[in-house]
């Protein structure tokens, strides 16, 4: 599967933006899906993800309430609604997808085995 994530751009500290991360390729509601980020000097972290039927979500402690992850598979695209946006929120994010059944290294925030190219997110304060 290919990800085509977009999206990002330069807002203010409590504004909104909605990140999309369009998929082709085999079949896309098959995927789980998720959002990392990476910010600068740092690791890639967890952000959000979404199983594949859309039932179980799963959120990094940082942006539980203000980050919802969801999917429309008619579309083949996941979103990442991003509300009260802080600068620590500033990061090039990622979409990542898997399709393992039983040990979801999307699901579980650890990995995931095809990646988008990321888009950028930046807070001003």
């Known amino acids: 599967v290919q990800l085509q994530a977009s999206g990002g751009g330069l807002v203010q500290a409590g504004d909104s933006l909605r990140l999309a991360c369009a998929a082709s390729g085999r079949t896309f509601s098959s995927y789980n899906m998720g959002w990392f980020r990476q910010a600068p000097g740092k690791e890639r972290e967890f952000v959000a993800a979404i199983s594949w039927s859309g039932g179980s979500t799963n959120y990094a402690d940082s942006v539980k309430g203000r980050f919802t992850i969801s999917r429309d598979n008619a579309k083949n695209t996941v979103y990442l609604q991003m509300n009260s946006l802080k600068p620590e929120d500033t990061a090039v994010y990622y979409c990542?997808?898997?399709?393992?059944?039983?040990?979801?290294?999307?699901?579980?925030?650890?990995?995931?085995?095809?990646w988008g190219q990321g888009t950028q997110v930046t807070v001003s304060s």
């Open positions: 990542a997808a898997d399709e393992r059944t039983y040990v979801s290294t999307v699901l579980l925030g650890t990995g995931g085995d095809y």
